[in-house]
């Protein structure tokens, strides 16, 4: 009993200066997060400095969406076989080259390939970061280090729009690419703290990564063009991906993974999380203009107290997990967002203030259930499928994001002879059905998990 004692005492030291890898790691995913939401309020200033179309500017947006999806997954798969230390000096050394491309870009085209270049080293951020949260530190310290993660993540949702409009309004937006620049300053500390790792020499799966490549922009293309080819080539990719990991010896995806029924239904209750979170985010602003004629500033500042609160409320949640375990923590997550949409469908239309303190709960809630499922599959995957199955999960999550936008704004046109305090309504409801339904899925997962443990 002793010696059982000495081994799992032996297990939880630290291999790895958590608190330092940590704190830098939070820092690169704030700025990371950050560029992603600060590009979209320069955007009209875009349009009009380089005289181009809302279709052509898109691009801008969905074009950094679809590759920052795939390079995710790529760089949380290429973990399972080289070293994390590599692979995130390759996604920084990407960041700083497209920020220095970015800032002198004077046409689309030169902009363009900035803004996808970045979310091709960017993607080795989020996806990165828990693979070394799941492979490095132990489950009783594991979910503080993933709950400080996410908040970091929060709080560059709410700070982007903010420090966007002020960069855009007084410098100009080649300046927002200064900030992602100072993630270089980051390399020679990653450099020095991560750990070092081997090296295994195997045949990656290049058909693979380019069949789910080619399945994801193809969904996420058609969600903003619905264009029926497009959705039939996409679904043929998918099909295809799927008898092919089933015949090669390394596949880009395990089947395993896809047939674990638990997994599965984490990814289900992420999935509806991000539609949720994404959904508010982009309906926030156009509530407080059209409703309430605030303006940009005004607007950002009132969103950020939201996210000044996930940060803080990161290190609470963390503690939980870490004492409690994750299924508390989902079950929290989910009754906060579901009272957030229910409260931002019935009331957000008395004032600017119900929305400021609603948007408080859901990313206190949308904090707690992303640092609690990410922690909840480090747990029931095997080492072996971390990196794929991180990967995995935050490909969903942010193609859940991006389908909540796409839905959302189909939604307000479709529904355009009504009044718009109706139109809100309608859609916060709508995502309350689905969130009511993941909690179902929650339900079926926590009765499944009792089983296994009997």
């Not at 729009?161 to 200064?178: N, S």
């Not at 993630?183 to 450099?191: A, I, K, M």
């Not at 063009?225 to 390394?250: D, G, M, N, Q, Y």
Request: glycine share 10%; charged share 10%; net charge positive.
């Amino acid at each position: 009993m002793a010696s059982h004692a000495a081994d799992l005492k032996e297990l939880e030291q630290p291999v790895i200066e958590e608190n330092k890898i940590i704190l830098i790691w939070s820092a690169t995913v704030w700025l990371v997060v950050m560029n992603t939401t600060m590009f979209n309020v320069a955007l009209p200033s875009v349009l009009s400095e380089l005289s181009l179309s809302s279709s052509t500017a898109s691009w801008i947006v969905s074009g950094y969406s679809i590759v920052f999806a795939i390079s995710t997954l790529t760089y949380s798969r290429l973990s399972d076989f080289l070293p994390i230390r590599k692979l995130l000096s390759i996604g920084l050394a990407l960041l700083a080259i497209s920020s220095i491309i970015g800032f002198f870009s004077q046409d689309f085209v030169w902009l363009l390939a900035a803004r996808l270049l970045q979310a091709a080293g960017a993607g080795a951020v989020p996806g990165l970061a828990m693979v070394l949260a799941g492979r490095y530190i132990p489950i009783s310290r594991r979910g503080k280090a993933m709950a400080f993660i996410s908040s970091a993540a929060s709080l560059g949702f709410g700070l982007g729009p903010v420090i966007g409009g002020l960069i855009t309004q007084y410098l100009g937006w080649h300046y927002l690419f200064v900030v992602t620049g100072f993630v270089l300053l980051l390399l020679p500390l990653f450099r020095k703290l991560l750990p070092h790792e081997e090296t295994q020499k195997i045949k990656f799966d290049y058909l693979g990564g380019l069949l789910i490549g080619t399945g994801v922009t193809g969904l996420l293309l058609y969600l903003s063009t619905f264009k029926l080819p497009i959705l039939l080539v996409s679904i043929a990719a998918l099909l295809w991906l799927w008898r092919h990991i089933h015949k090669v010896s390394t596949p880009f995806i395990q089947p395993a993974l896809l047939k674990n029924k638990q997994f599965v239904k984490l990814l289900g209750i992420g999935f509806g999380a991000f539609v949720s979170h994404f959904s508010a985010l982009f309906l926030m602003p156009i509530m407080l203009a059209v409703i309430f004629s605030k303006e940009p500033a005004t607007i950002g500042l009132l969103i950020f107290p939201g996210a000044i609160l996930s940060a803080i409320a990161a290190q609470f949640i963390g503690r939980f997990i870490d004492r409690f375990g994750n299924i508390p923590l989902i079950l929290f997550g989910q009754a906060f967002l579901i009272i957030s949409t229910l409260s931002f469908g019935m009331l957000g239309n008395l004032s600017p203030f119900v929305i400021l303190v609603t948007y408080m709960f859901m990313s206190t809630g949308f904090s707690a259930l992303t640092s609690s499922i990410s922690n909840e599959i480090s747990r029931i995957l095997d080492k072996s499928e971390l990196g794929a199955g991180m990967g995995i999960a935050q490909l969903v999550q942010f193609f859940g994001g991006a389908f909540g936008v796409a839905l959302t704004g189909l939604l307000i046109v479709w529904q355009g002879d009504l009044p718009v305090e109706e139109i809100y309504r309608n859609i916060f409801l709508g995502v309350t059905g689905l969130l009511l339904l993941t909690s179902v899925v929650f339900y079926q997962y926590r009765r499944s998990k009792r089983r296994q443990s009997i």
